[in-house]
């Protein structure tokens, strides 16, 4: 079982940078895979980055390549999601998710674990 709480969320400028953070509990965490998802107003919810178990292998969308960065620290049980040269098109509310598998981790199909959310708004 895991539990999953973001925060870091916040009103920022084009250009500025924002360092979200997902704090887990669960034995199972230090093996599961984390991701970051993000739904914008009016959209579906979609796939951000994600990192395999044990600081293994990342992917991202192709539209935050460069600028964005997931990373883990699995002694304090946190997941961080580094943003960087944010653009409006940024804004949304961004998603822990956490899952047991390590094969399609960028389809939210495979993540039974969620946080509730939290939200990021950049201006222009």
């Known amino acids: 079982q895991v539990q999953l709480v973001e925060s870091g969320g916040e009103l920022v400028q084009a250009g500025g940078s924002l360092r979200l953070t997902c704090a887990a509990s669960?034995?199972?965490?230090?093996?599961?895979?984390m991701a970051w998802f993000r739904r914008a107003p009016g959209k579906e919810r979609e796939f951000v980055a994600t990192?395999?178990?044990?600081?293994?292998?990342?992917y991202y969308k192709d539209s935050v390549k460069g600028r964005f960065t997931i990373s883990r620290n699995n002694a304090e049980n946190k997941v961080y999601l580094q943003m960087n040269s944010l653009i409006p098109e940024d804004t949304a509310v961004y998603y822990c998710?956490?899952?047991?598998?390590?094969?399609?981790?960028?389809?939210?199909?495979?993540?039974?674990?969620w946080g509730q959310g939290t939200q990021v708004t950049v201006s222009s």
């Open positions: 990192i395999i178990w044990r600081g293994g292998s990342t």
């Open positions: 998710a956490a899952s047991p598998l390590t094969f399609d981790v960028t389809q939210e199909r495979q993540y039974p674990y």
């Open positions: 669960g034995r199972a965490f230090n093996t599961y895979t």
